[in-house]
Nanobody, 127 residues
């Protein structure tokens, strides 16, 4: 089992920034690609960003591209989501997730492919 614990959520004004962290334990972190997803009230959970095991390959949803940055520190077993220029529509519970890699540059946007999930952290953006 892999445990994922998110932190860093909170209340921020529109235009502001937050950095989310997700600490992993229980499995070799480098064997996993990581992703961030979010779920707003009344909406389905949606993909936000993903990063390969070595941090070199990333992919973002169109809604966050250019504003959010996903990164990881394998020495610290942690994945980050730097969120800049936040908008009210970014408000949601943010989840990190892990999926075992199947190739060198593997990244994953499909929610159903992810094996492990954190409990989520709330991000609120005031207008």
């Amino acid at each position: 089992q892999m445990q994922l614990v998110e932190s860093g959520g909170g209340l921020v004004q529109a235009g502001g920034s937050l950095r989310l962290s997700c600490a992993a334990s229980g499995h070799a972190f480098i064997n996993f690609a990581m992703g961030w997803f979010r779920q707003a009230p009344g909406k389905e959970r949606e993909f936000v960003a993903t990063v390969s095991w070595n941090g070199l390959n990333t992919y973002y949803s169109d809604s966050v591209k250019g504003r959010f940055t996903i990164s990881r520190d394998n020495a610290a077993n942690t994945v980050y989501l730097q969120m800049d220029s936040l908008k009210p529509e970014d408000a949601a519970v943010y989840y990190c997730a892990a999926v075992r890699i199947t190739s060198y540059s593997y990244i994953e946007i499909k929610e159903s492919s992810y094996e492990y999930w954190g409990q989520g952290t709330q991000v609120t953006v005031s207008s």
